[in-house]
């Protein structure tokens, strides 16, 4: 068995395709676009790269961007006085923070001061509450790029055994809830698993959020099994790889996500969509 490649690029275009459409009706109806402002504080350079995607991202479908870069030595007290600020800004319809934070920044006291209405990348805690109650207000991006990687490719996720390999609060822990949540049978694995190997085995979907080059090899895959590899990891010339030995799997797996073109072009899609839905929920509202 050759497994079909999951084309993330090609998912991803085709939904913005569509969010394009819907930015375009909400201006005609609310006189301005949706509005993302993203908060960088420092200067990592991979952090860079992802607010540049992003931003670059929202000017594809029609998203005003703010972007706000502040200093490394920013204060705890003004990061939260920026957060009130665009809590309170109407043309922003939603707040991303880029992590990771500077050491001395309380990150959870920063996630929690965003308006849960504006919390489009779903890390406030009332939103990863609604991942075990059901009552989310958004989805978290990576996880739900992932569903949406599984539903556009029809694979039913309904009384599928799935192995999640990583419990990080940001993938794995989210997307095993959104998984089960949709019926699946979920076991989560992580670095103090014994013998991964047995359970992955047993996983008609296997996703994988480690962030360890390799991780997975033929032998720990289920014949058949749809593997979905979070992972991105930068080897030291350069070349983007995941978790997953792309070439040795795909022999044996039914669908498999490539890194680079995977997973990482939902993250942002489902970013765009978030933000989309934040501002057709306000103008609802407006209505009422
Ligand atoms: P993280 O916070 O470092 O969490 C990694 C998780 O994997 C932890 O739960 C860890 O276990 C587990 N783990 C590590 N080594 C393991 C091993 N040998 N066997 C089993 N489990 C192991 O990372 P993250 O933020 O979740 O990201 C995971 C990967 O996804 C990274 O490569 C990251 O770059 C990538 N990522 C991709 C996207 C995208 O859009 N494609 C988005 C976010 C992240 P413990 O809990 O025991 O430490």
């Known amino acids: 068995m050759v497994a079909k ?13 569509e969010y394009a459409v819907r930015v375009s009706e909400l201006k005609a109806q609310n006189g301005r676009a949706p509005g993302l402002a993203v908060i960088l504080v420092g200067d990592n ?10 931003v670059r991202a929202c000017s594809d479908v029609g998203i005003d961007s703010k972007f706000i870069a502040l200093p490394a030595n920013t204060t705890q007290a003004a990061l ?4 009130d600020d665009l809590n309170g800004d109407m043309t922003i319809d939603g707040i991303l923070i880029q992590l990771p934070l500077p050491p001395h920044i309380d990150i959870r ?22 991942l075990v109650t059901g009552s989310t207000v958004f989805s978290p991006c990576t996880p739900y790029g992932v569903q949406k990687l599984l539903e556009h490719e029809k694979i039913p996720v309904e009384g599928a055994n799935v192995v999640v390999v990583g419990a990080s609060n940001i993938v794995g822990k989210p997307t095993a809830l959104m998984l089960m949540s ?17 359970f992955t085995l047993l996983a008609d979907i296997l996703v994988v959020a480690a962030g360890v080059p390799g991780l997975i090899v033929p032998q720990m895959v289920k014949t058949g099994a749809v593997v979905i590899d979070v992972g991105i ?13 792309f070439e040795g799997v795909r022999q044996k797996a039914s669908y498999i996500t490539p890194v680079p073109g995977g997973v990482g072009p939902m993250t942002v899609t489902m970013l765009l969509h ?8 306000t103008l609802a509202a407006s209505k009422r």
Do not use: M, W
Not at 5 to 17: H, N, S, Y
């Open 109 to 130: 006291d920063v996630l929690e001061r965003i308006s849960v209405e504006k919390d489009v990348d779903g890390f406030h805690l009332y939103n990863v509450g609604g």
């Open 45 to 54: 350079p991979a952090s860079q790269v992802y607010v540049r995607n992003k």
């Open 80 to 83: 939260l006085q920026q957060v």
């Open 5 to 17: 490649i999951i084309d993330g690029r090609e998912v991803a275009r085709k939904l913005r395709g």
């Open 274 to 281: 978030n933000t989309i839905v934040s501002a057709e929920r």
């Open 182 to 198: 949709q019926d699946a049978t979920v076991c989560i694995c992580h670095k103090k698993t014994r013998d991964l190997a047995q």
């Open 233 to 245: 990891n930068r080897l030291p010339d350069g070349t983007l790889i995941g978790d997953v030995d």
